[in-house]
């Protein structure tokens, strides 16, 4: 009798065989990139023609083939050389953490479809929380993205200070966030999620090195509470996207304190600087915050997406999105940490958990710290590489892994040294050896590098500058 699709799909000798094949060329992938031997950290390819690729593949290529095309087709993250986005070389070991999540399949939702990891789940959220300096009674949960988790945060935030009951019966009064200008875009969608609108997101101006200026805070608040604004949150970054620059977490815990307002703070990128003895002091006032998100896909060098959210109160990590007004809560009705699907907005998420336990139980605390503190480091003695080479300026000195500088030439305007830049990037992307991404800032067109990568060295760095110096003559 033959095998029927179905069965054949689930044969698990057909999925060892296929499974051996493709953890061997994921092995031989690693090796090549980590050690550099493979020289192109992106094949880059203009969009209609890797559609087409792709087209042609889907209807003529060999299916034992897709795994190998993908991996040549894609960008290598664990290439020394790559110093591109703010997205994590992932520790290999959670690869299989990935495929034990991907099999199972437990949602998470309710108590039986996540016994082990809502159980894994609440030890790795404690440990980040006791970390962060949380008492007793703290608590969190992983969710979906540092997207999803700021704006969790906000509707918390929302819920605990508004008196209003907006989550069942809508907005009565205009209400309003406030966050420095630099901070990443997806506050803004947030609070435009939330229907605040761009009259409720209170932008603060940043300083020479794009920090919140916090002298200003009160000024600020001021002009929106004559209004009629009604501020109910304010976000510290840590740190801003475009430049890594750590906002004054201390001074705005105290300004939220004496306004009675949520303090929240966007750590998605740099608060797992909280395990670095060297560089905990950027974070300085992070225990004051009322909240605090933390992606373990950017630097605890985990598989996106994987992201904390914790509270510094139990209850508010609770109650977001409770069907009911607070008042007609009762001890009976508290919702209790395995009540997953209550939680987030995520009836179901992957197991997102065991990454952060593995790595954990695996190199403990010192992993984390080892890492945060290796990258910090060489931003730092990149900065004084470019310092000390004519042909560069920077755009602010680096406060984490994240550097923006510029080529520059004393004949050429802004206006041409901006469009000398872009050039220069478009070439590098190009080539392929090298990948960094670039920003503007207050007018002016940086390259920017994270230095994402666990094996980049002074050495690539050199040799970026080198290249960079030598792809301008080509481009000009």
Known sequence: MSESLLEKLYNPVDFQELGVTVLNQISNHLDLVVTNKNKKTIQWNEPAKELEFWEYFFENGKKEDLAAEILKHTTHIHNPKYLGHQVAA???????????SALLNNGMAVYEMGMSPSSIEKIVTDSICRKIGYGKDAAGFLTSGGTLANLTALLSARKAIVKHDVWNEGHTKPLGIMVCEEAHYCVDRAAKIMGLGEKGIIKIPSMENYSMDVAQLEKYYGSATSKGIE??????????????????????????????????????????????????????????????????????????????????????????????????LNDEEEEHW???????????????????????????????????????????????????????????????????????????????????NAKVRQALLEDGEYYIVQTKLRGIHYLRTTLMNPFTSMDHLKQLMDKIKSVAKTVV
């Open 231 to 328: 501020i109910f949150a304010i976000i510290g970054s840590a740190p801003s996207t475009a430049t890594g620059a750590y906002d004054n977490l201390k001074a705005i815990a105290q300004f939220a304190h004496e306004k009675q307002i949520w303090f929240h703070v966007d750590g998605a990128h740099g608060g797992a600087a909280i395990y670095s003895e060297k560089y905990r002091h950027l974070l300085n006032g992070i225990e004051k915050a009322d909240s605090v998100v933390i992606d373990g896909h950017k630097m605890m060098m985990m598989p996106a997406i994987t992201t904390a959210l914790l509270f510094k109160n139990t209850w508010h990590s609770q109650h977001t999105f409770n069907q009911k007004a607070d008042y007609l």
């Open 338 to 420: 395995i009540n997953s699907g209550k939680k987030t907005f995520e009836c179901t998420k992957t197991m997102m958990c065991l990454h952060w336990f593995m790595l954990l139980k695996s190199y403990g605390e010192d992993i984390f710290d080892e890492f945060v503190t290796r990258q910090y480091d060489l931003a730092r003695t990149f900065e004084a590489l470019l310092i000390a080479d004519p042909h560069f300026e920077i755009a602010t000195s680096p406060q984490s892994n994240i550097l923006c500088f510029r080529l520059v030439q004393k004949e050429k305007t802004s206006l041409e040294l901006n469009l000398l």
């Open 90 to 100: 992932t520790a290999p070991i959670t690869l299989l953490t990935g495929m034990l």
